[in-house]
């Protein structure tokens, strides 16, 4: 059984950065996709990040340049690094695995439970 754990989550003022780690236990590290979603309140999930099994990375728009997704293999853990934060990133942010692809939000295999990031102005 997989399971993965958001940590990391809180409150900041707008400017300010964030790490967030999702550990998980249940699969290996040959997982073919990890990513970040996030959700803002009634808003619909919105994707954020997502790395690869040979590691590469694409970014959301609104996030680009200021996020950093990476994992940890020994670790099973996946973060994501988030730097000059902005209210509008104020959100749920969830992991998630995705055993064989695609990777969109609703082909993932696993989720975690959330953890909340706030960013005030």
């Known amino acids: 059984q997989v399971q993965l754990m958001e940590s990391g989550g809180g409150s900041v003022q707008a400017g300010g950065s964030l790490r967030l780690s999702c550990a998980g236990s249940?699969?290996?590290?040959?997982?073919?996709?990890m990513a970040w979603f996030r959700q803002a309140g009634a808003k619909g999930r919105e994707w954020v990040a997502t790395?690869?099994?040979?590691?590469?990375?694409i970014y959301a728009d609104s996030v680009k340049g200021r996020f950093t997704i990476s994992k940890d293999n020994a670790k099973n853990t996946l973060y994501l690094e988030m730097n000059s934060l902005k209210p509008e990133d104020t959100a749920t942010y969830y992991c998630?695995?995705?055993?064989?692809?695609?990777?969109?939000?609703?082909?993932?295999?696993?989720w975690g439970k959330g953890t909340l990031v706030t960013a005030s102005s």
């Open positions: 998630a695995v995705g055993l064989r692809g695609p990777c969109s939000s609703h082909a993932m295999d696993y």
């Open positions: 249940g699969y290996t590290d040959s997982a073919y996709c």
């Open positions: 790395i690869y099994l040979a590691g590469s990375t």
